[in-house]
């Protein structure tokens, strides 16, 4: 391409990268078309050829993802960056979505929109946990309601810092809380990103992990906020089993 696109998209993947090949199908079906891919990998994952001028591999030698995908934002050429992992899809209006997003609100410097899981066959399973939540800068900070597409302006993206890999479990969520220290963000009510929940993803095979990096970035940022004069932080897992009495009007499931 001989000028750059309007769109970086850093595209991560893993093991045996099964679902590559549907993910870009995905980017191909964009209703907008002025974008770059580049598909990068932090563990010797394969990365088949591919004829289209708007994929590029960036080969790194990253220990992590995170640092991986800090490698490929370095060598992208577009205006915005947003991740697109190599198990997931985007709905074909999703750049588009985005892209309005930001002509109703130039000052924005991130623009997000609800998602839902899929299974490994790409059945819908249910809406994304926590995209239904309205934004604020404070209430970013008990709950991850940003993730995961993530369109970025560049400068955004810069001025933030970029991704640091300190929180490898949760290079994202770190990225976001310093983005709504550092712009504006607005969400897209849309549920434009499909995200695979499949046994060998990390939201499964890391989720420990991913709790505890998550708990660390929140720590950073009432630090740097200067809310830990006034507030003590403390990390709670709560279990998702619930067990109440029946009630007299009916039995099994009556508080759904």
Known sequence: MSTAPMISVLLPVRGEAAFLAQAIDSLRAQSFTDWEALVCTADGAPLPPSEDPRLRIVETDASTEAAALAVAAGNARGSFLCVLDGDDLLEPQAFAALLAAFDAQPAAGMAYSRHVLIDAGGNVIAPGPLCELPYSQQALL???????????????????????????????YDLCLRLSEACSIVHVPLPLYRRRMHPLSPALLRWVEQIEDRYRAFVAAVQRRGLDAHYDCALEIDSWHILQPLRPFGGAGNWR
């Open 142 to 172: 008990l709950d991850f309601m940003t993730g995961p597409l993530q369109l970025m302006r560049r400068e955004a993206y810069l001025a933030a810092g970029g991704l640091d890999g300190t929180y490898v479990d949760a290079a994202d």
